[in-house]
């Protein structure tokens, strides 16, 4: 049974890097996207970023100038920062494995992606 | 972007049939998931791909898509599943595949 362990500054001022690790214990680290998602109070889910296990990245286009996302494979951790917050990006961060199967039309397969295990989530403040 | 786009409420009464649906462009080639996710706590996947769901999900929970659109149902709704459901996919457009959610719904069994 796969746990992820997350941890990081809780408060921050504006201006400030946001700087959050995530470790993996019990299962494989290859062969997955280990993505950061967060959440504003009161609001929905956002999707922040992915790695996989070599170290390819996807980002949200909307936060992709201040984002990092980075996988340290000796540890089986990953690391996201976020520049410049301000207090719009307030919210619980969340940590998380992510599956994919992509789309086969050869195969008449359709595509799926999903997260099966998350971190406990860390709220971040953002104030001065 | 292509977007998903949930009902913000439904409400059930307890031991019916509800269905929470999720609508996108994407949805004609990705199967949804769908996170049930209580107060204070992370999400927690229910169903997954073409009606999948983890081990320990009940089920009363199921899956199902047509057209551009993706459904939950919970047959049997109980008190205990009165809580906000996301959907998720890729999106399609410009080959990005980036991750989407749903705005979510909050259910409400009464």
């Known amino acids: 049974q796969v746990q992820l362990q997350q941890w990081g500054a809780g408060l921050l001022k504006p201006s400030e890097t946001l700087s959050l690790t995530c470790a993996v214990y019990g299962g494989s680290f290859s062969g997955y996207y280990w993505s950061w998602i967060r959440q504003p109070p009161g609001k929905g889910l956002e999707w922040i970023g992915e790695?996989?296990?070599?170290?390819?990245?996807k980002y949200n286009p909307s936060l992709k100038s201040r984002v990092t996302i980075s996988v340290d494979t000796s540890k089986n951790q990953f690391s996201l920062k976020l520049s410049s917050v301000t207090a719009a990006d307030t919210a619980v961060y969340y940590c998380?494995?992510?599956?994919?199967?992509?789309?086969?039309?050869?195969?008449?397969?359709?595509?799926?992606?999903?997260?099966?295990?998350w971190g406990q989530g860390t709220l971040v403040t953002v104030s001065s | 972007s292509s977007e998903l786009t949930q009902d913000p409420a439904v409400s059930v009464s307890l031991g019916q049939t509800v269905r929470i649906t999720c609508q996108g462009d994407?949805?004609?080639?990705?199967?949804a998931s769908w996170y049930q996710q209580k107060p204070g706590q992370a999400p927690v996947l229910v169903v997954f791909?073409?009606?999948n769901r983890p081990s320990g999900i009940p089920d009363r929970f199921s899956g199902s898509s047509s057209g551009n659109t993706a459904s939950l149902t919970i047959t049997g709704a109980q008190a205990e599943d009165e809580a906000d459901y996301y959907c998720n996919s890729r999106d399609i457009s410009g080959n990005l595949l980036d991750v989407v959610f749903g705005g979510g719904t909050k259910l409400t069994v009464l």
């Open positions: 790695i996989n296990h070599s170290g390819s990245t």
């Open positions: 791909g073409k009606n």
């Open positions: 998380a494995r992510g599956d994919w199967v992509v789309p086969a039309a050869l195969f008449r397969r359709r595509g799926v992606t999903w997260f099966d295990s």
């Open positions: 994407s949805l004609r080639s990705y199967d």
